[in-house]
């Protein structure tokens, strides 16, 4: 039986596989022997970092237990959030191989926005007495979050992340989660951003005390000129947490792990492996838009670089970021190494993207379960872009959502596509600072492990983002959203192409000409009615 284009290039991807998880059998890696046995905190596990992390964890280290910041939210204990959370499709891999691994998952009710991160006494006791190493992965990334939020999670969460570790009696590394957009400041586009310690234009402890302390709304207000040089109270805070850790670390040992945009999967544990919420608020979900023949318009300047990783590399890198600097540490290194992982040497930007998806292999991806024809406009004229969007999306959003309420036959949840498209272009709004300028992340100290890691652990922990066939990684994003959001099974591609390639192709020429006539018609039925009566008046 011929497979489907996409179950092929599924295939393709795990396939890579095969060695690594012949290297994992064995168990003898300086990385795996660094993790023998150990026992592990994390912050964040239920974030799509946190969550590929657990599993990679689990399926390539023999750990002792790991425990688990959770908080009870819409009316589910931890317990019931966790059971919820190792449902997610990222651990059927390891479920298969690994049954029993869940036993060793142990959740601690807190909130990393909360002091002592929320933690009751004895639990806080008990992680000072067993952990060896901490994770914290944990964070707001909304850009837009209010500064008084943005702080209490990013930036004082880190400070009591820091306290808990400063106590832990075996603690063996400090691996903190930061962003290589950390210091993407306005001053600095176009130029390098090193894996170092900046000055910090607000003492952390200062703005901890502050939001603490001052009224929100007069917080709200003064925002602006507190984070001057940063987009937003994302990056902002996460810069202000790295000089946080840089003064309160003190003797402990610590490493600091910077990604950019993080993307779906690209080999494990399963090719283009995405969660609902982290598609949704991506690039992946114009992606998935435009695939599902929905978005039409995309604002981007096309020859400037992007910085993207897929999720396994950037937990690789974090996992073998903490056997590192303990190895560091142990050669009479005192600095805290920062490692940045980025593809500002690999040559992708805007244009590679677009023209990479307007391939006839990528139409051959596209999913049966598309709407329309599959194309794409790509804008770099704020102007242009919201008439193309008018024209393309709000027009046609309001006509069929219309039609879809007149006849009463709107599916159960589905929004109005005129919502869909409202919040499609807040985000490209949000997201425009980092489509339009680019900076330079230097990943010297990234690169420098990579060389020091033995044979097997370049192997199992690779995170070397020049090994990346880029074009293969955005064909298992299609595969990805196919599988784990479209969830179409891969299957239906050749009947898919067929109708994309002849039948929505034609019928998407004729609905524009006849849009665009009827949209002219209209406006010259205006222009007329309106010379009549200035003519009238005259």
């Not at 957009?181 to 234009?201: M, Q």
């Amino acid at each position: 039986m011929e497979l489907e284009p996409a179950q092929e290039m599924e295939l393709k991807i795990l396939a890579l596989q095969k060695p690594m998880n012949e290297i994992i059998e064995r168990g003898d890696s300086s990385v795996q022997q660094f993790y023998r046995d150990a026992t592990v905190f994390l912050t964040g596990g239920s974030g799509f970092i946190g969550k590929q992390l657990i599993e990679k964890l689990f399926r390539s280290c023999a750990i002792k237990k790991l425990y688990m910041l959770l908080r009870p939210s819409r009316g589910k204990t931890i317990q019931e959030r966790l059971t919820s959370i190792l449902k997610d499709p990222v651990y059927d891999q390891l479920r298969s191989k690994q049954p029993g691994f869940a036993d060793k998952i142990f959740v601690m009710e807190g909130d990393v926005a909360e002091l002592k991160l929320g933690l009751s006494e004895e639990n806080w006791t008990t992680l000072t007495e067993e952990v060896d190493i901490i994770f914290h992965v944990a964070a707001t990334v909304r850009f837009n979050e209010p500064l008084k939020m943005a702080t209490l999670i990013n930036l004082r969460g880190t400070r009591e992340a820091v306290a808990l570790g400063k106590e832990c009696k075996h603690l063996k590394c400090f691996n903190h989660t930061s962003t290589a957009f950390a210091h993407a400041t306005e001053s600095r586009i176009e130029n390098d951003v090193e894996e170092k310690f900046y000055p910090s234009p607000v003492p952390p402890e200062a703005l901890i005390s502050m939001v603490e302390t001052v009224d929100e709304d007069k917080l709200n207000a003064l925002t602006p000129n507190l984070i001057a040089d940063w987009p937003n109270t994302y990056t902002f805070t996460k810069a202000l947490a790295e000089e946080l850790i840089r003064r309160a670390a003190g003797d402990m040992p610590v490493c600091i792990v910077k990604p950019p945009v993080v993307t779906s999967a690209y080999i494990e544990p399963a090719p283009g492996w995405i969660d609902m919420k982290t598609c949704f608020s991506s690039i992946l979900g114009a992606l998935l838009g435009a695939g599902l023949g929905l978005f039409h318009v995309l604002l981007s300047k096309q020859d400037n670089p992007i910085s993207f990783a897929p999720v396994d590399y950037v937990n690789n890198a974090i996992i073998a970021a903490s056997w590192d600097a303990a190895e560091r540490r142990k050669m009479g290194d005192p600095e805290i190494p920062i490692y940045t992982v980025s593809s500002s040497r690999c040559g992708t930007n805007w244009k590679f993207l677009g023209d990479t998806l307007r391939t006839d292999e990528l139409l051959k991806l596209v999913s049966p379960k598309a709407m329309w024809y599959t194309s794409l406009i790509e804008c770099s004229n704020d102007y242009v872009y919201w008439v193309l969007t008018w024209l393309f999306h709000y027009i046609p959003g309001y006509a069929i959502d219309a039609i879809i309420d007149v006849l009463g036959v709107r599916p159960k949840g589905l929004p109005k596509l005129v919502k869909i498209y409202s919040k499609a272009y807040s985000i490209s709004q949000v997201y425009r600072y980092f489509s339009f300028n680019y900076w330079i992340f230097k990943d010297d100290n990234l690169r420098s492990m990579i060389q020091r890691m033995s044979p097997a652990d370049k192997v199992i922990y690779n995170c070397d983002v020049t090994n990346i066939d880029y074009t293969d990684l955005i064909k298992t994003w299609c595969v990805g959203l196919r599988r784990f959001i479209i969830k179409d099974n891969l299957v239906g591609s050749a009947a898919s192409y067929n109708r994309q390639k002849y039948l929505l192709k034609y019928a998407n020429y004729t609905a524009l000409a006849l849009y665009f006539y009827l949209i002219y018609y209209v406006l010259a039925t205006i222009l007329s009615l309106f010379v009549t009566i200035v003519g009238y008046f005259i």
